[in-house]
């Protein structure tokens, strides 16, 4: 799962970027080059579990991320842009919450124009596809899915605002819909701007289309992610915040992808494993090892916290707190999973 931190040229793209993953890419228009990096999302099961087992290796769900450059123009993408952003599982536009020049920030508005291109470049793509299929008729469901995607799209909405199935999503997956994908925004703050300070024009364009926003100072979290982590909480601690951007940040990434996390443990290895909401313990047994998926016998499951209340696996098995599943069980977040299989 790879995110796209996007909008338009000097947003604060970049600084955003560095101040996630503690790296010190250079920021502006640097060639169109694309940044990537991740960062771990925090998690205190993850950290219990590892006090209980101490076992040799700790690993924490990742999320990935590609700083896309804006372009060259105030308030256009170009195809190379476009072409990236595609690409993208997620995005999440950095809006300017400051002046540039004479300009005063104006955040709703990025957001709109930001959106209406990646509507018209959906259309573009859309329309050109509904043409041939008019003309040899290869696909009707496909032709009638296209149809009502631009009907959607011409009343200037997103393609994540349209009800689909599943089944008709399949169909539409191979286009990569730009204004299908996953959004949320970053409102990039100056230096001594208010996490609280948000325009009432962008508090509403949030709440018409369901987006979170996130306030914050980039630049000064940029600082803060290069420091040592024991320089780290001493900072946060003068500015009043418990942790650092990059996990606010994670927690409301994961919100909007609609991903949970279940458990695995052991003396070899505590681990967190990213899963998409509703999905069956097959699926979670494939995102394991497909060896696992493959010859999927039962799902040994204990919630996280009937484990931390009783300490161990045989207490919860003793308990009757250990439950065993099929592969048709959905799973939920912070279940702790132990696959059994034979291949």
Same mark, same amino acid.
């Given at each position: 799962?790879?995110?796209?931190?996007?909008?338009?040229?000097?947003?604060?793209?970049?600084?955003?970027?560095?101040?996630?993953?503690?790296?010190?890419?250079?920021?502006?228009?640097?060639?169109?080059?694309?940044?990537?990096?991740?960062?771990?999302?925090?998690?205190?099961?993850?950290?219990?579990?590892?006090?209980?087992?101490?076992?040799?290796?700790?690993?924490?769900?990742?999320?990935?991320?590609?700083?896309?450059?804006?372009?060259?123009?105030?308030?256009?993408?170009?195809?190379?842009?476009?072409?990236?952003?595609?690409?993208?599982?997620?995005?999440?536009?950095?809006?300017?919450?400051?002046?540039?020049?004479?300009?005063?920030?104006? $955040?709703?508005?990025?957001?709109? =124009? +930001?959106? &209406?291109? %990646?509507?018209? *470049?959906?259309?573009?793509? #859309?329309?050109?596809?509904?043409?041939?299929?008019?003309?040899?008729?290869?696909?009707?469901?496909?032709?009638?899915?296209?149809?009502?995607?631009?009907?959607?799209?011409?009343?200037?909405?997103?393609?994540?605002?349209?009800?689909?199935?599943?089944?008709?999503?399949?169909?539409?997956?191979?286009?990569?819909?730009?204004?299908?994908?996953?959004?949320?925004?970053?409102?990039?703050?100056?230096?001594?701007?208010?996490?609280?300070?948000?325009?009432?024009?962008?508090?509403?364009?949030?709440?018409?289309?369901?987006?979170?926003?996130?306030?914050?100072?980039?630049?000064?979290?940029?600082?803060?992610?290069?420091? $040592?982590?024991?320089?780290?909480? =001493? +900072?946060? &601690?003068? %500015?009043?915040? *418990?942790?650092?951007?990059? #996990?606010?940040?994670?927690?409301?990434?994961?919100?909007?992808?609609?991903?949970?996390?279940?458990?695995?443990?052991?003396?070899?290895?505590?681990?967190?494993?990213?899963?998409?909401?509703?999905?069956?313990?097959?699926?979670?047994?494939?995102?394991?090892?497909?060896?696992?998926?493959?010859?999927?016998?039962?799902?040994?499951?204990?919630?996280?916290?009937?484990?931390?209340?009783?300490?161990?696996?045989?207490?919860?098995?003793?308990?009757?707190?250990?439950?065993?599943?099929?592969?048709?069980?959905?799973?939920?977040?912070?279940?702790?999973?132990?696959?059994?299989?034979?291949?």
């Amino acid at each position: 799962m790879k995110i796209g931190i996007v909008g338009f040229a000097g947003s604060g793209k970049t600084t955003l970027f560095n101040a996630l993953t503690g790296q010190s890419a250079p920021t502006g228009y640097g060639g169109g080059k694309v940044n990537l990096g991740a960062i771990k999302v925090p998690d205190r099961r993850v950290d219990r579990l590892a006090e209980i087992d101490d076992p040799r290796k700790t690993t924490y769900a990742e999320i990935a991320f590609a700083d896309v450059p804006g372009g060259r123009g105030d308030a256009s993408l170009d195809p190379q842009t476009l072409a990236r952003i595609r690409e993208m599982d997620a995005l999440v536009q950095v809006a300017r919450g400051f002046g540039a020049g004479d300009a005063p920030p104006d $955040p709703a508005r990025e957001v709109r =124009e +930001f959106e &209406a291109e %990646l509507i018209l *470049s959906d259309m573009q793509i #859309a329309e050109k596809r509904v043409e041939r299929l008019k003309k040899d008729r290869s696909d009707m469901r496909q032709l009638a899915l296209l149809e009502r995607c631009l009907e959607h799209l011409a009343a200037s909405m997103p393609l994540r605002d349209l009800v689909l199935s599943d089944e008709d999503r399949a169909p539409l997956s191979g286009f990569a819909f730009l204004s299908g994908k996953p959004l949320m925004v970053v409102l990039s703050l100056p230096e001594g701007g208010s996490e609280r300070a948000m325009s009432d024009d962008l508090v509403a364009l949030a709440a018409s289309k369901g987006l979170t926003v996130m306030p914050l100072c980039s630049a000064i979290e940029a600082e803060i992610a290069a420091l $040592p982590p024991a320089d780290q909480k =001493e +900072f946060l &601690a003068d %500015l009043g915040q *418990s942790e650092p951007a990059s #996990a606010r940040f994670a927690r409301a990434a994961f919100g909007m992808l609609d991903l949970i996390t279940f458990l695995t443990h052991g003396p070899d290895e505590c681990r967190a494993w990213p899963l998409h909401r509703g999905a069956t313990a097959v699926e979670a047994a494939r995102v394991i090892h497909s060896d696992l998926a493959r010859g999927f016998i039962r799902a040994e499951v204990i919630a996280f916290e009937e484990f931390d209340a009783l300490g161990s696996e045989a207490a919860c098995r003793e308990a009757g707190k250990l439950r065993i599943e099929g592969r048709d069980y959905v799973v939920r977040d912070g279940d702790i999973c132990h696959i059994r299989f034979n291949v």
